[in-house]
């Protein structure tokens, strides 16, 4: 058995001093609970409270004692039955001594009873979470650390604290639900949610692909921070990852439209679009390499069975045109709205390096057609294309290695640009300054 807390022994030694007159029952329960013997405590609690039902200082004890039963229990999770127990029975005397014409000494110390608990409950997870010889103690640390917190919310359900640092450690385990769960107890306890729980909130929501709940959050939040761009982010991205692509354009036009000098509103459109470019790039890329399987097989193939798979491979040629024409159409409104954003703030680095990899992923477009075509002509005109591309790449990359020339990611993707252009000297340059 563990030392009995030091709850325990204030609850008890407090009331020693003011109790002039204590039924033998009580006094046995003080005295069991004084010594640690918490299961006498709780059994003799139980007559004290049959003896008298309505006095309330029976359903005290009982909560004091299922309290350090929890405390003193090594299974960390199996404290919570006892925790709430001991919170439910001390609501009950509270209740009873609020009635009472006559109240005990005890009822000053029930408000009193959870906060030590709650704390040690609370500091043992942050300790497990934060110090790496204690979580060592642990074949399982992360999930101790959630049994604290549990335990911690249970005592004290109104604790953002307590909350805020579950759910932070329901995220760290991968936990995305649980993360998201807790984290909305937060939101819910806040009288008024700063930028950082907002953000926290959102992110939560689209990680877990609650996208409605992210849309409605993102938009409280553009209203409360207006001034915020990344909640216009978070709610255009809402509405993309919903397929709802014209929706999640005309929200940041409609921004661009009364703030046509703000680079960051130009930015988040030309990324934002960007986004659905890359998906969509996905699916025309499994397209060609079908397309290019395709007419290879029909030139071992004559008559009906020829037609059909003619017929076949033009309807596949159709899609491939119409979702092409897309990516196309997405890629230069990126391209335009990234380009007007170094325009209007051309100190930016990361823009610069957004505009570049907008770039180098459209030539890498054409690339894959190269490669997924038997006509020799048709490769050479494609990796021309290609290659004119990646320069306009290769341009916004430098400029962006001139802001911030530290910056090694920058540099690793001038030297993959470099040798596919044949810039053998500049590579070089360009791998050294990147670290490869």
Known sequence: MKPFSLLSTLAVAILFVG????????KETQDNIDSGNYEAALASAELAIEENPTSGVGQYYKAVALGSLGQDSEDVAARRGYYADALSTMEEAKSLFSAAEDVPDEADNADNFIRPIWADEHNSAVE????????????????????????????????????????SAYYRVGDIESATTAYEWVMELLPTPDVDDYNY?????????????????????????PTDERFIQYLA???????????????????????????????????????TVTELTDQISEMYVELYDQSQALRSLSGSEKSDAEATLAELQAEADALEA???????LAIEQVTRATELDPSSANTFNILGVIYQNKSALYFDKRNNTADYDLADEYDAQAREILDMARVAYEQATKLDEGNPEYWQSLFQIYTTLNMPEKAQEAMEKAGI
């Open 19 to 26: 109790c002039t007159s204590v039924s033998p029952l009580v």
């Open 128 to 167: 497990i979470l934060t110090v790496d010889s204690i979580a060592a103690s642990y074949a399982d640390p992360n999930q101790v650390a959630v049994d604290h917190l549990l335990n911690a919310t249970t005592l004290a359900p109104d604790s953002v604290i307590s909350y805020n640092v579950l759910s």
């Open 201 to 225: 909130m959102i992110n939560l929501y689209l990680a877990s692909q609650r996208f409605e709940n992210a849309r409605d959050l993102a938009t409280e939040a553009q209203s409360a921070f």
């Open 237 to 275: 991205d809402s509405y993309l990852q919903t397929g709802e692509t014209d929706k999640a354009i005309e929200i940041v036009e409609d921004l661009i439209a009364s703030d046509p000098t703000n680079p960051q509103y130009r930015l988040v459109l030309g990324t934002q679009v960007y986004q």
């Open 326 to 332: 897309d990516i196309v159409g997405y890629t230069d």
